[in-house]
C-alpha cells in the first residue's frame, strides 16, 4: 500500500473509548453477558460494527444481530446498569497522557468527540478529571443535539471542529481514532485520521486511516507539522 502523503494541522480532535481510556473491553464484555442470559453469542463482526456508534446505535445492533428477545430500551437499561458498576476506575491507554499534555503546554488546541452520552463522559472520566479538563470543549454524540448522525456520519468530527473558538476548516483538523466508524467519520468530514485499532480488526480495516498505529505512545507529532516531543 502506498504511504499517504501528510499534510499539516492545527488542531486535533479525540475519540475517548479504547483510544485514551480503556473501556472497550468492558463494553464488550457487558454485551457478550447480556446475550449469554439469553444463551445467544456476540460474535467479533458484531462488535466492531458496534465500535464507534451512538448509544443508541450500539443497542439496535446488538439486539438486532445477536437477536435478544428483549427491547432496545430493556437492553440499554441493563447495558447503563452494568456499565456503571465496571466505568468508574478505568485506565488511561498508552501514550494518552503524554499527548494531551504535551499539546496542552505548546497550545494546539484539542477537543473530544466521543459517541457517548456526557453522564458517561463523567463517569469514565472520574479519576481523569484534570487530564480531561485540558480539553477545549467535549462534544458527546449521544446527549449532543446538534450531533444529528452518529459516526460513520461526519457530524460529530464537523460539530467539534465549529466549536473551536477560530473555527479551523476541517482540512486543518487531525482526528484520533479507534474504530473503522470513527475512520469513516473523520474521512468524510474531510479531515485526515490517526488510527490506533484493535489488534484483532484485519489491515483491510485499517486502510482508510490516514496513518495507523500500535499505539498513541508511536505518534510523531511532527509529521503533521506539530511541535515534537522533547523528552
Known amino acids: 500500500m502506498a504511504q499517504k502523503v501528510l499534510r499539516n494541522v492545527t488542531h486535533c480532535i479525540f475519540d475517548m473509548d479504547g483510544l485514551l481510556l480503556d473501556t472497550e473491553r468492558i463494553y464488550e464484555e457487558v454485551t457478550r453477558q447480556i446475550a449469554g442470559t439469553f444463551n445467544r453469542p456476540y460474535p467479533e463482526v458484531v462488535r466492531f460494527r458496534v465500535m464507534g456508534t451512538t448509544e443508541q446505535r450500539s443497542a439496535e445492533i446488538a439486539v438486532n444481530e445477536c437477536q435478544l428477545p428483549i427491547t432496545v430500551g430493556d437492553f440499554l437499561q441493563r447495558y447503563h446498569k452494568m456499565c456503571c458498576e465496571r466505568l468508574h476506575n478505568v485506565p488511561?491507554?498508552?501514550?494518552?497522557e503524554r499527548l494531551l499534555r504535551h499539546l496542552h503546554a505548546n497550545k494546539v488546541p484539542?477537543?473530544?468527540?466521543?459517541?457517548s452520552g456526557?453522564?458517561?463522559?463523567?463517569?469514565?472520566?472520574?479519576?481523569?478529571?484534570?487530564?480531561?479538563?485540558?480539553?477545549?470543549?467535549?462534544?458527546?454524540?449521544s446527549?449532543?443535539?446538534e450531533v444529528k448522525n452518529g459516526k460513520p456520519a461526519p457530524d460529530i468530527f464537523l460539530v467539534a471542529a465549529s466549536r473551536f473558538g477560530d473555527k479551523p476548516e476541517p482540512k486543518n483538523c487531525l482526528v484520533f481514532e479507534d474504530s473503522p466508524n470513527g475512520v469513516e467519520a473523520g474521512n468524510s468530514a474531510g479531515m485526515q485520521v490517526v488510527m490506533v485499532p484493535d489488534e484483532r480488526l484485519s489491515k483491510e480495516r485499517c486502510a482508510h486511516a490516514t496513518?495507523?498505529?500500535?499505539?498513541?505512545?508511536?505518534?510523531?507529532?511532527e509529521q503533521f507539522g506539530l511541535p515534537p516531543f522533547t523528552n
Open 143 to 145: 446527549s449532543d443535539s
Open 92 to 96: 488511561l491507554l498508552k501514550g494518552a
Open 211 to 221: 496513518q495507523v498505529l500500535r499505539s498513541l505512545e508511536d505518534f510523531k507529532p
Open 118 to 141: 456526557a453522564e458517561m463522559v463523567e463517569l469514565k472520566s472520574t479519576h481523569h478529571r484534570e487530564l480531561f479538563n485540558l480539553f477545549h470543549h467535549r462534544v458527546c454524540g
Open 110 to 115: 484539542f477537543a473530544l468527540a466521543t459517541s
